[in-house]
């Protein structure tokens, strides 16, 4: 398949995508079935659609499955769809291994058998499917898992209390050594920007998370981005507002203003809207730039930050919440 076919695919996809009047016709949608049926216009999975429009995981999982094979099958770059991949698989290992704690611990149930199943994508992963890639952390038998995956998985086992924060920050943490690792490869300074940003925004999130549940960050900072731990310590010894001196020249202002505004609200909704918009922003593609980053790369950041505004409209729709609270949620996307 030719990169100009491929392009010609994804600009297609592109046109069907959910756009402001679409996201607003879902809020204006009375009922969780007539918001779904907006999506038909979206390509999702129709039968879904129309027989369980309430099953948000299900009309998600289905499309991100979708996704990522139509990515796998245009992406011309080996080593991007391996980093595109493995941030969905090293997910299912944190998942998977929090869930093993705490199976060994006090035995399998049906209802933790039910909330995993619904965290984890369903994809496989290097030859590696979910079903082994849960045997695999259950009998700790690692050697066949990404490197910088079985030197965390073999750490956090040596650990005596591993909370689920500590577990996915250790992942997470082998997750960026992997990408960086590939990215060096590449050589392509816009796709390591996005990666790079991706990695100051979850740092971000993390500090401010734990300062709002009032404890301290000791051990949760992932380095290998822009802003420093130092800078980010700002959140817990210093006024908020000090973020603002602290990142400066970043390009990250309105990102921190709605961080700040957020610290003191106890309420990053403003934040991950304006985050996913500033990452949907770094792979608009610009073909006379040769640092931008490509068609395929760009149609996949969209589709990530779509399926993330269809299930608040669609979760906000099955528990009730109003048009208005919808619409100051997605504030800053619309």
């Known amino acids: 398949m030719s990169i100009l076919y491929s392009n010609a695919i994804i600009s297609v996809r592109s046109g069907r995508m959910l756009n402001p009047d679409r996201i607003r016709r879902m809020i204006a949608a009375n009922t969780v079935a007539d918001a779904a049926k907006i999506l038909f216009e979206c390509g999702y999975n129709e039968q879904i659609l129309t027989e369980t429009p309430w099953a948000t995981d299900k009309i998600i999982f289905s499309e991100l499955e979708r996704t990522l094979s139509e990515f796998r099958q245009l992406c011309k770059n080996d080593e991007l769809v391996y980093c595109v991949m493995a941030r969905f698989f090293y997910h299912n290992a944190a998942a998977l291994y929090n869930n093993q704690v705490v199976e060994n611990a006090n035995g399998r149930s049906k209802d933790r058998e039910a909330t995993l199943a619904e965290s984890l994508y369903p994809m496989d ?42 577990v996915e920050v250790e992942i997470n943490r082998a997750l960026f050594t992997d990408l960086f690792a590939r990215l060096r490869r590449m050589r392509n300074r816009a796709i390591t920007n996005y990666f790079v940003a991706s990695l100051d ?13 009032g404890g301290r960050p000791d051990g949760l900072f992932i380095e290998g981005g822009r802003a420093s731990e130092v800078a980010l310590m700002a959140i817990f010894e210093r006024d908020p507002n000090y973020l603002r001196t602290a990142l400066a020249g970043l390009g990250y202002d309105k990102l921190i203003d709605a961080l700040c505004d957020g610290l003191y609200d106890a309420d990053l909704t403003r934040f991950e809207n304006l985050a996913g918009a500033f990452l949907v922003e770094m792979g608009r593609v610009d073909a006379d730039d040769s640092f931008k980053l490509n068609m395929t790369f760009a149609w996949f950041i969209k589709k990530m930050e779509e399926l993330r505004i269809v299930k608040i409209i669609l979760m906000g729709k099955k528990f009730g919440r109003t048009k208005d609270e919808l619409r100051e949620e997605l504030r800053g996307v619309l």
């Not at 066949?144 to 998985?153: D, F, G, K, R």
């Not at 925004?201 to 549940?213: D, L, Y």
């Open 125 to 166: 992963f290097e030859g590696i499917s979910v079903e082994l890639l849960r045997s695999l952390i259950s009998k700790r038998s690692y050697n066949s898992l990404p490197e910088p995956l079985q030197v965390a998985l073999a750490a956090l086992d040596k650990m005596e209390a591993a909370t689920p924060q500590v």
């Open 201 to 213: 925004i979850q740092n971000m999130r993390t500090f401010a998370k734990v300062k709002m549940q």
